[in-house]
């Protein structure tokens, strides 16, 4: 049986190896990090096109449960005005919506499943150096390890060490303009918010929120900020950016500032970035899958969907080409015009979020929101991101 190293265990890194031991590979994931983290990275949207992917995995059902069901988005001005609803899934069928659930959760389900499935997961191991011959793949690990495959896929993110093996010349990702923050908090006498989250564009910033059956929030921030080291953002204490963001957000509308008076604990602080055009996402035995090749902004709730949608397409072509070289090149062609789209959808988004100073600024940004909004809310010109299966049985390049 032919062997894959798969780095990341993330999103991405569990689900193609799933799939691809479904497709009769050795697989065994390496994970840079000590230990699974359960609180790791808040919360994120999976959209009725990740969970379709998860479905096929037979965990779908577990992540609906966990998370907070939300097919709207109802958005609002800084003035307090109901500026739209725009669907979070396909526009017409409410009950295929996206789910909200926090990241350790999502990572759990996956990594369990690899787990159960009898897959080896490595923590430590932090991927150094890859080489390649004609015949295999050797990688080496930070603590002193070697294995050696037959391939190497590369789920390991956004700042992807395999991205920069597959091409020393690869883009970096791009800084949006945007810092993102959030958490977790408990209003008193807040209503739970079902099907739905809340958007506000604030005056200077903006908010997201929803609100759980048992009343915890979930709630995020985009500052704009000037460009600034993660190591940098990471060194604020989370007490210091809630004082900036309640005063940010002291004469935005209820519930805005409520939420950040009861908001607690840690509240992240990292550069809002993205990948939009890698060349390259594969060299010889060496192939790369989710962020690592095409992040996206979390505007468009996304970037854990897409990574899904890689991970079962890989598999597939790997599964039905007649060599790697050819399956590498057919996943490519197969996604990188879909992933390359969305990544240019959330930047438009960023551009509505993303705060000007001037006063007069704010007013027509919020005279424009209602129009751009309503058209998004009547039509179902988004439902290209929602209504995109990958029936794992389908062939791949002429297969049946
Ligand atoms: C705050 C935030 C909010 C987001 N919100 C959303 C959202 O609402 N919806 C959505 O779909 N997406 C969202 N995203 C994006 C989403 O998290 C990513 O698109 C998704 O996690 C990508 O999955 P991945 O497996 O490619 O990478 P990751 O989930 O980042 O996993 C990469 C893994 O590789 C490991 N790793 C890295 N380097 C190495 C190495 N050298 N050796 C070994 N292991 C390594 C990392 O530790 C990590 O576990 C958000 C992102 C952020 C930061």
Redesign the pocket.
């Known amino acids: 049986m032919s062997r894959a190293l798969i780095?990341?265990?993330?999103?991405?890194?569990p689900?193609v190896a799933l799939f691809l031991q479904r497709a009769g590979w050795d697989v065994e994931v390496?994970?840079?990090?000590d230990e699974p983290d359960a609180y790791?990275?808040?919360?994120?949207?999976?959209?009725t096109n990740?969970l379709s992917v998860l479905e096929q995995l037979g965990l779908r059902d577990q992540v609906v449960a966990e998370g907070h069901r939300s097919p709207h988005m109802v958005m609002w001005s800084s003035t307090g005005r109901e500026l739209g609803t725009v669907p979070n899934g396909p526009a017409r069928e409410p009950e295929r919506g996206?789910v909200?659930v926090r990241?350790g959760i999502?990572?759990r389900v996956l990594r369990e499943a690899a787990q159960h499935a009898g897959i080896p997961i490595r923590f430590g191991?932090?991927?150094?150096g890859i080489e390649q011959s004609d015949a295999a793949v050797r990688a080496t690990?930070?603590d002193g390890r070697a294995v050696t495959g037959e391939l190497l896929v590369?789920?390991?993110?956004?700042?992807?060490?395999?991205r920069r093996h597959i091409d020393p010349e690869a883009p970096a990702p791009a800084y949006s303009g945007l810092v993102?923050l959030?958490g977790f908090a408990r209003v008193p006498g807040l209503a739970p918010t079902p099907e739905a989250q809340h958007m506000v564009f604030g005056r200077r910033s903006f908010f997201g929120y929803l609100v759980r059956a048992d009343g915890e929030v979930y709630w995020?921030a985009n500052l704009t900020h000037a460009a600034s080291e993660r190591s940098a953002l990471r060194a604020v204490p989370a007490e210091r950016w809630l004082a900036t963001l309640r005063d940010l957000h002291a004469d935005d509308p209820y519930p805005v500032p409520q939420i950040l008076a009861h908001a607690t604990g840690e509240v992240?602080g990292?550069p809002?970035d993205d990948l939009a055009h890698v060349p390259n996402w594969s060299r010889g035995r060496v192939v790369a899958?989710?962020?690592?090749v095409h992040?996206?902004?979390?505007s468009?709730?996304?970037?854990?969907?897409?990574?899904?949608e890689?991970?079962i397409t890989l598999a597939r072509c790997l599964r039905d080409g007649p060599d790697h070289a050819a399956a590498f090149a057919e996943y490519q062609r197969l996604r990188q015009a879909r992933a390359e789209a969305v990544v240019g959808y959330a930047r438009a988004i960023n551009r509505r979020k993303r705060v000007t100073r001037s006063r007069l600024g704010i007013v027509i940004r919020d005279a424009m929101l209602p129009m751009f909004l309503r058209t998004a809310a009547d039509d179902t010109r988004n439902d290209w991101l929602y209504n995109h299966e990958i029936p794992w049985e389908a062939g791949v390049g002429g297969r049946r």
């Open positions: 780095i990341g265990c993330g999103v991405a890194g689900a390496f994970e840079a990090a790791a990275g808040l919360f994120l949207n999976v959209a990740g996206s909200v990241r999502l990572h191991a932090r991927l150094e690990f930070a590369g789920a390991d993110g956004v700042g992807s060490a395999t993102g959030g995020f992240g990292y809002i899958v989710g962020d690592a992040a996206t902004s979390p468009a709730g996304q970037g854990a969907s897409l990574a899904l890689d991970a």
